[in-house]
């Protein structure tokens, strides 16, 4: 019987390992790591596609802090490299470390590809944010940002 346990729990093991990894790997979700102790807060910036492929992204979020932050995002065709105008884009913001719902963050379009909003983000910690533009499709990337206090 003792021979079975440790064959059982490396079993255990690999099942775990083998559903963290799987439930890592969404589309074009970005995982932006938790920053040590003592970083200051960064803008922050990164650029990514829509899980469709169809639509590049550069997102910027100024002062990347607890509070009231600006977002800036321009908004491309991934194959021509041409702003796309005039789409509908939010932001849905779901805080990961305390159930606090999802909030909502409606962009304005400036008619040149780029978005821009604001909205007050009110915990420090990780949060999941998944971009959503409508163009009578939906296009949407997803990703994670930690946000400093």
């Known amino acids: ?45 990164t650029t990514l596609k829509t899980s469709d492929g169809i639509l590049q992204l550069e997102l910027n979020i100024t002062p990347n802090r607890l509070g009231k932050n600006t977002f800036l995002m321009d908004v491309k065709s991934a194959s021509s490299g041409l702003p796309v105008i005039d789409e509908e884009a939010q932001i849905f913001t779901t805080m990961l470390d305390m159930d606090m719902g999802t909030g909502v963050v409606i962009f304005q379009a400036d008619g040149n590809g780029r978005y821009s909003a604001q909205a007050n983000l009110p915990m420090d910690g990780n949060w999941d944010m998944h971009i959503q533009m409508l163009d009578g499709g939906i296009h949407i990337a997803k990703l994670k940002v930690y946000l400093p206090a």
């Not at 019987?1 to 559903?19: A, H, N, Q, S």
């Open 1 to 45: 019987m003792t021979g079975r346990r440790p064959f059982l729990l490396c079993i255990g093991i690999v099942l775990t390992l083998i559903l963290l990894v799987a439930s890592g790997q969404s589309g074009s979700l970005q995982s932006i790591p938790t920053p040590t102790a003592g970083n200051t807060a960064l803008p922050f910036h």
